[in-house]
């Protein structure tokens, strides 16, 4: 069984940084695309970004393109998301997941075990 702990959330100004962190642990990552999701309150949850098994693709939802980063290091089981130029649109509970291929997409119904989200909020 995989388990996922987020972690990294919290308060920034509208323009600062966060970076989320997805510890996992129960399997080697080497076997899953990991994607970051988030669900505002009163909409559906959508798919931020996703990277392969290994590290090599990587996938963004057009409003965060060229602002935010993910990224993987296999050997600590971690894949992080570093999100700069925050908007106040960008507050939501962001979840880690995790899709069992080595190439996956950023449709959330594909991603079989999930973590419990941090919240982030951007607000001045």
């Known amino acids: 069984q995989l388990q996922l702990v987020e972690s990294g959330g919290g308060l920034v100004q509208p323009g600062g940084s966060l970076r989320l962190s997805c510890a996992v642990s129960?399997?080697?990552?080497?076997?899953?695309?990991i994607g970051w999701f988030r669900q505002a309150p009163g909409k559906e949850r959508e798919g931020v970004s996703c990277?392969?098994?290994?590290?090599?693709?990587?996938k963004y939802t057009d409003s965060v393109k060229g602002r935010f980063t993910i990224f993987r290091d296999n050997t600590k089981n971690t894949v992080y998301l570093q999100m700069n130029r925050l908007k106040p649109e960008d507050t939501a509970n962001y979840y880690c997941?995790?899709?069992?291929?080595?190439?996956?997409?950023?449709?959330?119904?594909?991603?079989?075990?999930w973590g419990q989200g941090t919240q982030v909020t951007v607000s001045s």
């Open positions: 990277i392969s098994s290994n590290g090599g693709l990587t």
């Open positions: 129960g399997s080697p990552l080497d076997y899953y695309t």
């Open positions: 997941a995790a899709n069992p291929v080595a190439y996956g997409e950023l449709g959330p119904g594909d991603y079989v075990y």
